[in-house]
Every structure is written in structure tokens, then in C-alpha cells.
């Protein structure tokens, strides 16, 4: 699956689930938001984060999703590169395998 088409389709989750537990959603968000702003970090270091955290995880989504908003954050190319190496060295060979789909979401998206 493309990156393109894997951020479409968490979108689209995350817009179903808000339609079934508006709640829920809503607190997710609030969540989200409280979390990604910026503070003692910047928003494109917490970007990062998330790509190494998503890869070591192995949510093809969340690389898709977290590789989108580092780049809307100005990270380059290298940067993103930088932080799946991270998860690489902390996830071994699976994350290694996971890492690829930066790559490719760094292709589609960059």
C-alpha cells in the first residue's frame, strides 16, 4: 500500500471513529493536540519522535501519517532518515524492514 493511500485511509479512520464515539474522538484530539504543540520541544522533533516510535511499533499508518506531518513541519528528507535509523538501532531488524516505508513515503510525499 502507498503512503498516499495508507494517510488517506488512518484519515479516514480516525473520521468514522469520531462519527461512532464522538466523545472518544473528541478527547483523542484533545490529546493530540495538547501533546504536538509546540513547547519545550518543537513540533518537528515530536514529528520525529512519532516516525521513530511508529516504526519501532510497526503501524504502516502511523509512518504514513507522522512522515506527512514532519516534512508540513520542515523536516528534511535526512531528518526523517535520521530518526527511523534511531528506531532501527532500538527495533533491530523488523524495524529495519518497517523503515523502508519511510522511504517510500519519503518518495511520494517529499
Known sequence: MQAKEQLKRAQN???TFGELNPEGMEHFRKLMGAVEK????????KELMAIAISITQQCEWCIAFHVNNALEEGATEEEVMEAAWVAVLMGGGPALMHAGLVLEALDEMA
Open 13 to 15: 479512520w480516525m473520521k
Open 38 to 45: 509546540e513547547d519545550v520541544l518543537s513540533a518537528k522533533t
